[in-house]
T-cell receptor, first 113, second 114 residues
Framework: QKEVEQNSGPLSVPEGAIASLNCTYS??????FFWYRQYSGKSPELIMF????GDKEDGRFTAQLNKASQYVSLLIRDSQPSDSATYLC?????????????FGQGTTLQVKP | EAQVTQNPRYLITVTGKKLTVTCSQN?????MSWYRQDPGLGLRQIYY???????DKGDVPEGYKVSRKEKRNFPLILESPSPNQTSLYFC?????????????FGSGTQLSVL
């Protein structure tokens, strides 16, 4: 079982729709959860982080965390073509290597005009 | 501007020829790390460092070396590159103060070993 799992996609949504990206993780001790956006050929860029159960909103982005289900999601409202990218879920809070993030393989999002 | 600087951006080399990829950050971060990114395998940690002169292996350290002589620099060394080290490499850094693990990435180095 992979430590952090994401559906690789592609996930295709029309412009203006809500994109829902999902991620599950295996380590119940994980404490920190991140979403990175990566455009083709570019480096990952941090867009959201969440530490507590529930929702966290930042502009058009909402991160949702359910530790009991070991599930984290990212909602993108009013999707724009510029949101087309690969979204990486990352999980941290590992004892010893306290700065380490474990990444999922990423979900490719395509927003069609 | 706060940033992580990697060089070179692209590198083509031949099997066995030693190379170094440099990484420097200007944010006074304690934690620095190297990742490689391969299709279907995602980002995997190679080595990390929690402070000067403190380094340790990540998940895929074979064939790589690192050093941390200064806080800002964390070079990645391939003593004898092989074709299976062809990959996209990222250096990243974060602060170990307060909430950790907010990684900031360099722009990446695309390495091809022939």
């Amino acid at each position: 079982q992979k430590e952090v799992e994401q559906n690789s996609g592609p996930l295709s949504v029309p412009e203006g729709a809500i994109a829902s990206l999902n991620c599950t993780y295996s380590d119940r001790g994980s404490q920190s959860f991140f979403w990175y956006r990566q455009y083709s050929g570019k480096s990952p860029e941090l867009i959201m982080f969440i530490y507590s159960n529930g929702d966290k909103e930042d502009g058009r982005f909402t991160a949702q965390l359910n530790k009991a289900s070991q599930y984290v999601s990212l909602l993108i409202r009013d999707s724009q073509p510029s949101d087309s990218a690969t979204y990486l879920c990352a999980v941290g809070g590992h004892s010893g290597n306290t700065g380490k993030l474990i990444f999922g393989q990423g979900t490719t999002l395509q927003v069609k005009p | 501007e706060a940033q992580v600087t990697q060089n070179p951006r692209y590198l083509i080399t031949v099997t066995g020829k030693k190379l170094t990829v440099t990484c420097s950050q200007n944010m006074n971060h304690e934690y620095m790390s190297w990742y490689r990114q391969d299709p279907g395998l995602g980002l995997r940690q190679i080595y990390y460092s929690m402070n000067v002169e403190v380094t340790d292996k990540g998940d895929v350290p074979e064939g790589y070396k690192v050093s941390r002589k200064e806080k800002r620099n964390f070079p990645l060394i391939l003593e004898s590159p092989s074709p299976n080290q062809t990959s996209l490499y990222f250096c990243a850094s974060s602060s170990l103060q307060g909430r950790r693990e907010k990684l900031f990435f360099g722009s990446g180095t695309q390495l091809s070993v022939l």
